[in-house]
């Protein structure tokens, strides 16, 4: 699935959720579906999950000898789960998509119309997955509108890359990451991201751009050398949480935004802290915010 198309279905499942009600009334037949496969001589493991409504949570498999574990309880009057993979490519696909059905629901013995919302038990789909330690992961995630919670501590993630329609998404790495990630991509639209020790990514280059919802990151973990940080902001706000000890550098453009930095001082159009040139480890922001707010804070 291309960009493109990735994110035109994020943005039907996010308008679908606000904006369709619901014909008929819905009868709930609720199913579960378990699928865990051995690790046997896989080497890594390739993760795509496409899944609209519900809760999500993704962590570490309890069972060593496992490659993955998958578990999910849906609506079968609503949704058509999917799962595969694909020995070939190392590849493991979980589809979710139509948890989309109805958003809305009259409900005369409850006093009129109700809107199921993101990780509501009556209505939504509930996914979790566990993945192996110990092989590299390559993680490509697209959520509608969830609840969702990555605890990515104990894992090897290579690659992690988010799209998220307006979804609550917390993201923590727990640990510190055993592997240098090659790329980090975090795309909220009308949602609230939370991302616990960034730091411990082990990421040169963390892309962050927020739409409508709002993000907040946390630097805090083990890590050395310099971290590069894109952040674009739209209408929202990202605050971002730095340790006291490493040196910041920020450049940021502003289109009726707002920056909240007081512990960085401007120099020649960029800002920067009092600890730039002596400290160990650094951070190089490079940050647009349009209508939006980005707020600094050294914790």
């Known amino acids: 699935m291309s960009i493109y198309s990735r994110r035109l279905w994020l943005v039907v499942v996010a308008a679908t959720l606000v904006a369709v ?63 595969r993979y694909d020995a070939a490519t190392g590849t493991l696909t979980i589809r979710s998509d139509s948890a989309i059905g109805h958003p809305f629901s009259l409900d005369l013995k409850r006093g009129g119309l109700n809107f199921n919302g993101p990780g509501d038990d009556r209505n939504g789909t509930d996914l979790t997955v566990g993945l192996a330690r110990g092989i590299p992961l390559d993680l490509s995630l697209s959520l509608g509108a969830c609840d969702a919670t990555l605890d990515l501590a104990n894992l090897s993630v290579r690659r992690l890359h988010l799209e998220s329609g ?21 795309d ?38 310099t971290m590069n940080l894109v952040v674009r902001a739209a209408l929202g706000g990202i605050t971002l949480h730095i340790p006291q000890d490493v040196g910041v550098e920020a450049r940021v453009a502003r289109t009726l935004g707002s920056l909240d930095a007081p512990d960085l001082t401007k120099r020649d159009g960029t800002y920067y802290s009092s600890n730039w040139s002596s400290a160990t480890r650094k951070v190089v922001i490079d940050a647009t915010a349009t209508l939006a707010g980005l707020e600094i804070t050294r914790d």
């Open 21 to 83: 009600p619901a014909a008929t009334a819905h009868a709930q037949v609720w199913r579960t579906v378990t699928a865990s496969r051995q690790r046997a001589s896989a080497d890594s493991l390739r993760l795509r999950v496409y899944f609209g409504a519900g809760t999500f949570n993704l962590a570490a498999a309890t069972i060593e000898p496992l490659l993955y574990n998958v578990d999910m309880r849906y609506d079968a009057g609503r949704v058509r789960p999917m799962h």
């Open 166 to 186: 307006a979804s609550q998404t917390t993201v923590t790495f727990g640990t510190p990451n055993p592997v240098t990630m090659s790329s980090l991509d975090l």
């Open 188 to 225: 909220i639209g009308a949602a609230g991201l939370t991302v616990n020790s960034l730091g411990n990514a082990h990421a040169s280059t963390v892309n962050v751009s927020a739409g409508v919802g709002g993000a907040e990151l946390d630097l805090a973990g083990t890590w050395t050398g």
